[in-house]
């Protein structure tokens, strides 16, 4: 399998992981629960980097990892602090459910999201090494 289409896969991944993620929360004050204007924005980039995915899979379009960088670098922005509340707080002295799979199922979108992050700069700079 080609860099590009494992690269495309692990972007539609991310989207979709992020996605559902963030559909969830959007749902949660329709019962009660908090409202932030990030969901939106977020929901928004996970559909972003859902095209940028396809782009990269389908088209092998040039500035597609520009459209991914974008996208990541959002949802980068709400999921490392909010993985960074969620391990504070699974490691307080009083965790509300200490339970190591839903631990697990929070920190995935950021290490999605990561790698996402991690897979441009890294094609990025093979791209500029190959040049000279």
């Known amino acids: 399998m080609p860099v590009t289409q494992a690269a495309g896969i692990l972007y539609v991944l991310a989207a979709l992981v992020?996605?559902?993620?963030?559909?969830?929360?959007?749902?949660?004050?329709?019962?009660?629960?908090?409202s932030s204007w990030w969901y939106p924005v977020?929901?928004?980039?996970?559909?972003?980097?859902?095209?940028?995915?396809?782009?990269?899979?389908?088209?092998?379009?040039k500035n597609a990892w520009l459209v991914v960088l974008v996208a990541s670098l959002v949802l980068a922005s709400w999921w490392l602090p909010a993985s960074a509340h969620t391990l504070r707080v699974y490691f307080s002295?009083?965790?509300?459910?200490?339970?190591p799979s839903e631990l697990f199922w929070a920190l995935v979108p950021a290490a999605l999201v990561i790698g996402c992050i991690a897979v441009v700069a890294l094609s990025r700079s093979l791209a500029t090494g190959n040049r000279t």
């Open 93 to 99: 002295p009083r965790p509300p459910t200490p339970n």
């Open 18 to 34: 992020s996605g559902y993620w963030e559909f969830n929360l959007l749902l949660r004050p329709l019962i009660g629960g908090p």
């Open 42 to 61: 977020t929901l928004a980039s996970s559909l972003v980097l859902l095209i940028g995915g396809i782009l990269t899979l389908a088209s092998h379009m």
